[in-house]
């Protein structure tokens, strides 16, 4: 037999049948009058081919066979009740999981140092897992291949939901004691510096190329290399000028000895979002996962902003 063809209703009304041993009682117990949960016990007694119960003076007692059944019939009401009740509150305490998160490594740079004493703190049992942003990002969200993606992220599918996280904007770093710093930067004088270049496909052109093209200005982009940290290395044993997001090397001024030099004119802003599918929209770890994301990217939010050196005037 089919369960499509059979009212799972009917194993409801079993149910009470058994826990009440009385037709007007287990009625009340699921919402039927007495003439309709007769009806049901009609319908129960052809399903199963047994009276299933017997009057014995003013009670229904069970036959041996509906004795049989009790406990398979308790552990179904049981397995139903699973299935329709909320989803359990999570207490991240008891999480033992792992998150894998793609992004670029100087994202990870200015999350983690937040994030992983949060998680510390909160889900000692789980794991977090950073990766490398791949291009079929949207394809491994949907599969469960990753939990989340972060990111400048745009463009969207429909079934990709979206947080924003914080806002960052690209300024330029050169070391301390660098040449340029001892005049007034024009934008030709920027333009003609060699600059280093972030480009996970190595293409030598970026944002910053469009912006000078505006002012038909070029530059030299010397080095690329498909990392931000790398860069912010580089330039500190160069002369080479790089564009980073600002909230990634504001921490690291002092460390590295560099200094933002103030360029005459605006550098790209952007947003950086946290990305995942839908079908972990009602997941109450992930739930947790991603408040835990936000929380930590609510602390970079709260830097000063890196004051850039001063120039001299030529």
Known sequence: MHLSGVDTNLIVVLHAL?????????????GLSPSATSHALGRLRALLGDPLFVRAGRSLVPTARALELVPTVKRAIEALEAVVAPPARVDPRSLVRGFRVETTDHLQFVLMRHLDPLVRAEAPGVDVFFQSLQPSTFERLRTGAIDLSIGVNDRLDPDIHRTPLFHDRLVAVVRRGHP?????????????LEHLL????????GLVDHLLAEHRLTRRVA?????FLDMAFLVAETDYVVSLPEKMIAPMLDALKLAILPVPMALPAFTISMVWHKRRATDGAHAWFRGAVERAASKTE????????RSRRA
């Open 223 to 227: 080095r690329t290399s498909s990392t």
């Open 302 to 309: 709260g830097r000063a902003r890196s004051r850039p050196a």
């Open 180 to 192: 340029a710093l001892r005049r007034r930067v024009t934008l030709g004088r920027f333009a003609a």
């Open 198 to 205: 972030v480009a996970p496909t190595g293409t030598p052109t």
């Open 18 to 30: 058994f826990e009440e041993q009385h037709v007007g009682r287990a009625g009340r117990r699921v």
